[in-house]
């Protein structure tokens, strides 16, 4: 049984379809790449599979091994071992990079996690998680606190956004450590290099999924930009 | 149990420590109502204090030259359900001297209080003074608070203010800062007050850049909910080339409660520049989010986020 299945999910803003019933499965120490260009509702399925407010789906199930979820809060979510991080992480007045990273569990020695992705605890743990990071700095601590987490389920937005070449190396550290922990990775991005460490792929265009296969198969059909032309909505991928 | 003795649970109680009133190398100055408990001045700190017919006149110099090692302590409380306390204070930090002062204000079982501040404030050439005042307040919100000070901060002077009320009720509280900056004077008013029930907060801090190249700072953090009401004003002029200032006020809102914000800047020169910022509202939403996809519950998360603001 797959970690996360995703059965016929719609989500339906007024008369606009951002997702139209797409189905996707992701198993435990899997990480699966969903590729697609702006707009085409990546960001959308992340949020409706971690429950964030005003993502309810308005069809379809999305289950975790094997229970449905899509009624539960997000803080119920994250606790059946739900996180994700988002693309752009936001800041917290007065909470420092220690608290922030052991949130849930105070006992946690956070210095490991900083290490991980390249940040020096004797530099970090004490400053705040505020605006005096840089948004490189406020990423890499989103990603730390993802490992902290040790979830079953890993949603990455965009993790490469923001963040300079050289530290792609960390991200990758990140999620392959969510995979040796055994956690489900569902990796969103519109960088084909990045979506190759994928054990898996798939292609989403106009709110379904279009493609799925190895990240080689999916990057070279998405590298192909055939669904380029969807952004104006003249492209029929995805349709029956 | 003396007024002293009470005075110092309620200090210990809010995190203070009654063990500095004991050390010698430590200035302090203790009254309850009208009643001054206990002072100590040391080497190069001169400190005049008497109980008027309102309450409490007090005058503190630090010497010019004179870094003191220790922060000052005040302690002012009225531990009656009832009373009245006025006080009038006068500090200077000489040139070149550097000070610390932190400052308890402590009414814990107020019903109707009174406690007035008015201070005059000189922070000479090259000087420095750093003033850190908490107040605990009670249960019942009967305490009325007026805090006002007039600050005049000398030529690459510094003047750091942090105003903290919260835990307990606010009961009704105006503070009244005024700081004039001048030239290459550095100056920053910070400000955190939690309201509950019907609490009533009215905040105005000015800063006046007056010198060349003077630096200004009025930061306000406030958190209220059930009835509460808050007002702040934050005004910042500009009126020498080079001088900068920003007025940066952040208020969280729930339930019934109203806030509101007005930032006020000024500017007459040219080669000044003074910037504000303003966010009203509830919690944000992607803050809450981000905090319950670490399986903090909503109440949590909001706790987080509020402590977190007016740390």
Redesign the interface.
Known sequence: MPLLEIRGLSFTVGTAKILDGLSLSVESAEVHALLGTNGTGKSTLAYCVAGCEGYRPTGGTILLSGRAIEREKIHERARRGITMAWQEPVRFEGISVAQYLTLKNRELDPAPYLEMVGLDPGRYLERMVDRSLSGGERKRIELASILALSPRLAIFDEPDSGIDMLSTREIINVIQACKANGAAVLLITHREEIALIADSASQICGGRIVCTGSPAEVAAHYKSRQCRTCDPGECDHGRP | MDALEQLMQSLNAIGGSEAVLADPATAHLVADGRAILSRRAVAGLEMEARETAEGISARVVVRQGVRLANPVHLCFGVLHEQGEQRIRMEVRIEKDAAASFVAHCLFPGAVKVLHAMDATVVVEEGAAMHYAETHFHGPHGGVEALPRAVVSVGRGGRYLSEFTLTSGRVGRLAIDYAVTAGKQAVTELTARVFGHGDDAIRITEKVVLAGEEARGLIKT?VAIENAATAEITGITEGNAAGARGHVDC?EIVRDQAVASAIPVVRVTNPLAKVTHEAAIGSV????L??????????EE?VE??V?????
């Open positions: 953090r952040m944000d939403k992607r803050q989010e981000t905090l319950m996809l670490h399986g903090l519950s909503p998360a987080v986020i402590k977190g603001m007016l740390r």
